[in-house]
């Protein structure tokens, strides 16, 4: 990000304002998609089906970290929340 703004830096005025708004939307875009998938990890732990299609329908990675929202509902036996992930792409190789 630092390159990106250091270059975004030596544009015209006008251009430097676009380009450093477009590379700060960027990195708060890809913090956001960082978090929702750890905030996946917290609606699996919490049990609520309703929290976990929160998460999946705005995004959140279902094999992110190797799998681990899969992994804890297996330990855990919730057996619809294992069908609800792996109909979204969880699952082991």
């Given amino acids: 990000m630092i390159a990106d703004l250091t270059a975004a830096m030596a544009q015209p005025e006008v251009d430097r304002c676009l380009a450093v708004a477009a590379v ?3 990195h708060l875009l890809w913090i956001a998609y960082e978090s929702i998938d750890g905030h996946l990890i917290n609606a699996v732990q919490s ?5 976990v299609k929160l998460h999946l ?7 992110h970290h190797g799998n681990n929202a899969l992994r804890l509902v297996e330990q ?8 609800l992930l792996k109909a979204r792409g ?4």
């Fill in 47 to 51: 049990g609520s089906i309703a929290m």
């Fill in 76 to 83: 855990h036996g919730h057996t619809v929340m294992v069908e």
């Fill in 57 to 63: 329908n705005a995004g959140a990675n279902v094999r």
């Fill in 24 to 26: 700060t939307l960027a």
């Fill in 90 to 93: 969880a699952g082991f190789q």
